[in-house]
């Protein structure tokens, strides 16, 4: 399956993502993930990303774009994969589109995560990432059990640069401006299924698996 998980930040759509992959034995690919690794490396296209990424803006469509074709072009996701954070515009879909018709392929189901922005900043500003494995924890409502230290592997927890009030503000009103657009555009070609992201995990991903209509586990 070919599907695209669009939604605000902090909605959940990596812990999602995670699920899925298994589920559906295709690669999750998040465009931020790739975006950061660019950025550790300091490659050309790291450095031009950060200014736009740190600031909680879009980092410019073609940039973007090639990246994840050329990630898509990889054999692990011949027979399918799962978008995280990609597209984000109209026009990253139509070039995603275009790649996608090239190689006679095109996306199966596009999932809508909906959360109301209060919830949001409160995830996204309590929110800590382990250095080591990438698990997520929350300060207030699921902090580690050693101050600072991953309970799962001991590593450093760290904040990534883009969780800062300010920067999440930032990072919803672009998403209502840029991205919430989109919405439209997959519902006009009959793909788009939305998904309430409030609950806990297990509940979202059963209304996740109703509305791609695959048996919850
Ligand atoms: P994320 O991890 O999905 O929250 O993305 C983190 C940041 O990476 C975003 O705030 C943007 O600056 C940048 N980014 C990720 N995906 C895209 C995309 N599809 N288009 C433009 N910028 C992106």
């Given at each position: 399956m070919r599907i695209v998980l669009i939604g605000p930040p902090g909605a959940?759509?990596?812990?999602?993502?995670?699920?899925?992959?298994?589920?559906?034995?295709?690669?999750?690919?998040?465009?931020?993930?790739?975006?950061?690794?660019?950025?550790r490396e300091g490659t050309p296209l790291g450095q031009l990303a950060k200014q736009h990424t740190d600031a909680g803006e879009?980092?410019?469509?073609?940039?973007?774009?090639?990246?994840?074709?050329?990630?898509?072009?990889e054999p692990d996701a011949a027979a399918g994969f799962l978008l995280d954070g990609f597209p984000r515009t109209v026009r990253q879909a139509?070039?995603?589109?275009?790649?996608?018709?090239?190689?006679?392929?095109?996306?199966d189901a596009v999932l809508a995560?909906?959360?109301?922005?209060?919830e949001i900043v409160q995830?996204?500003?309590?929110?800590?990432i382990c250095s080591g494995c990438g698990t997520t924890v929350h300060m207030v409502f699921s902090p580690p059990r050693v101050p600072g230290q991953c309970d799962e592997c001991g590593n450093e927890l760290t904040r990534r640069a883009d969780d800062t009030e300010e920067t999440v503000l930032r990072r919803l009103a672009v998403y209502a401006e840029q991205t919430v657009p989109l919405l439209q555009?997959?519902?006009?070609?009959?793909?788009?299924?939305?998904?309430?992201a409030l609950g806990a995990v297990s509940e979202v991903t059963d209304r996740m698996c109703a509305a791609l209509s695959l048996m919850t586990p």
């Open positions: 959940g759509k990596g812990t999602q993502a995670r699920f899925l992959t298994e589920r559906l034995s295709v690669p999750a690919i998040s465009s931020g993930d790739l975006l950061r690794a660019e950025i879009l980092v410019p469509d073609e940039l973007t774009t090639t990246m994840v074709t050329h990630r898509l072009g139509e070039l995603l589109e275009e790649s996608l018709a090239e190689g006679e392929t095109a996306l995560f909906d959360m109301p922005d209060d995830r996204l500003t309590g929110r800590r555009w997959y519902a006009d070609r009959g793909l788009l299924l939305r998904v309430d």
